[in-house]
Nanobody, 126 residues
Framework: QVQLVESGGGSVQAGGSLRLSCVVS????????MGWFRQAPGKEREGVAR???????TYADSVKGRFTISQENAKITLYLEMNSLKPEDTAMYYC????????????????????WGQGTQVTVSS
């Protein structure tokens, strides 16, 4: 069973930076798609960034140029570097893992991911 544990959330002022980490255990399939998602109060969970086994990345338009997703340590740790944070980035952030599509595609869609962490809160004040 894949388990994911996030950390690194906190409170920052607009324009600040945070680095989220997600430690993955029970990871027996190296081809998983890995992603970061977020959910603000009263809103649906949305995709932020995802990375495939080749290192290919996709970002939501709202975070392009500001956020960077990466993996280290034989894909045991997933990161989300967040710069130039805005109040609208305030949300609970989750990391997730899911099997790729038949052609190896990874998507930034919540229903494509089977394993989820408990989340870490990010609050950005103006």
């Amino acid at each position: 069973q894949v388990q994911l544990v996030e950390s690194g959330g906190g409170s920052v002022q607009a324009g600040g930076s945070l680095r989220l980490s997600c430690v993955v255990s029970g990871y027996t399939y190296s081809g998983y798609c890995m992603g970061w998602f977020r959910q603000a109060p009263g809103k649906e969970r949305e995709g932020v960034a995802r990375i495939n086994k080749y290192g290919g990345r996709t970002y939501a338009d709202s975070v392009k140029g500001r956020f960077t997703i990466s993996q280290e340590n034989a894909k045991i740790t997933l990161y989300l570097e967040m710069n130039s944070l805005k109040p609208e980035d305030t949300a609970m952030y989750y990391c997730a893992a899911g099997a790729p599509g038949r052609g190896g595609e990874c998507y930034l869609l919540t229903f494509k991911y089977n394993f989820w962490g408990q989340g870490t809160q990010v609050t950005v004040s103006s």
